[in-house]
C-alpha cells in the first residue's frame, strides 16, 4: 500500500482494472458535465460563464449542450 | 433491404437510445448487446435469455461493472449528488470502436452475408477478451464460452 494513499481507497492491482477504471471515470465525468451544465444553465448561468469554469470555450460547451437543453425546456440566457 | 440488414438497423436504432440514456458519446458494444437482447423473435435472443440474460438483467450487469471500475479507483456514481441530466432525444450519434469491431468480428464469424444472423452478432461480442461486456458478463457470473457454444449449435441448426 503506498503510505499517501487511504487505506479505503483500493490499489489497482491489474492493468485490466486499471483501464477499465479510466472508462468508467471517463463515462462519470461526461454524465456529471451533463449534469452539471443543465444544474448551471436553470440557475441561470450564461455560456460563457459555464464555458470559463469548465476550461473551455464558449462555441465548444454551446455546441455540446444547446440542443439537449432546449430540449428539455430549460430557458437559456443569451449568448454574450 | 434484406431481413438481416433490417434486424441489424434496428439493432443500431436500440443501441443508439441505451446511449443516448446513458449519456454516452457513441453506440459501443454493450449498446449493440442491449439492442440485440431487445429484438425479438431471435433464436439468439432466447439463448442469452436462456443464460439469465434478459435486456435488464444485461443492464443490471453493466451498471455493476460501472460501479466496481469506478470503485477501483476510489469512486462512486452514487456520491455525487447532482440531478440526472436530461438526455437529448434526438442525439444523433456513430457506432464507437468497440461497436464497430463487434459488428466486423460477428460478420467474420458467418459464411457470407447470406448465412449473416443474429446469432453471429452476439458472437462477434462475446468474441471480446478485454472492455465493458466481458468485465460485466464475468461480474455477472456469466460462461462467455459455454454460451459462444450454444450459439454456434443454434446457429448450426440453421435457426434464425
Known amino acids: ?80 | 433491404m434484406s431481413a438481416i440488414d433490417h434486424y441489424i438497423q434496428a439493432v443500431i436504432l436500440h443501441g443508439q437510445t441505451e446511449a443516448r440514456q446513458d449519456g454516452s458519446a457513441a453506440i459501443e458494444a454493450h449498446h449493440l448487446l442491449l439492442g440485440i437482447a431487445a429484438q425479438e423473435g431471435t433464436a439468439a435472443r432466447e439463448v442469452l435469455t436462456s443464460a439469465g440474460l434478459d435486456r435488464q438483467a444485461i443492464r443490471d450487469a453493466l451498471d455493476r461493472e460501472f460501479e466496481h471500475s469506478l470503485g477501483t479507483a476510489g469512486v462512486s456514481a452514487a456520491s455525487f449528488g447532482l440531478p440526472a441530466p436530461t438526455p437529448d432525444p434526438d442525439r444523433r450519434l456513430n457506432l464507437g470502436a468497440s461497436g464497430r469491431l463487434c459488428l466486423e468480428r460477428g460478420f467474420a464469424t458467418a459464411t457470407g452475408k447470406k448465412d449473416l444472423r443474429p446469432g453471429h452478432l452476439v458472437l462477434g461480442i462475446l468474441e471480446a477478451e478485454l472492455g465493458t461486456v466481458p468485465r460485466a458478463l464475468t461480474l455477472a457470473g456469466v460462461d462467455r464460452a459455454a454460451l459462444a457454444t450454444r450459439l454456434r449449435e443454434v446457429l448450426a441448426d440453421g435457426s434464425w
Not at chain 1, 8 to 21: F, R
Not at chain 1, 48 to 58: F, S
Open chain 1, 1 to 80: 500500500m503506498v503510505a499517501c494513499m487511504p487505506a479505503d481507497i483500493p490499489e489497482p492491482q491489474e492493468p485490466a482494472d486499471a483501464l477499465a477504471a479510466v472508462v468508467a471515470l471517463r463515462r462519470l465525468a461526461d454524465q456529471l458535465e451533463d449534469a452539471a451544465v443543465e444544474q448551471a444553465m436553470r440557475a441561470g448561468w450564461s455560456w460563457p460563464q459555464v464555458a470559463e469554469a469548465l476550461g473551455v470555450t464558449r462555441q465548444a460547451v454551446h455546441k455540446k449542450h444547446v440542443k439537449r437543453l432546449i430540449a428539455a425546456g430549460v430557458t437559456l440566457r443569451r449568448r454574450q
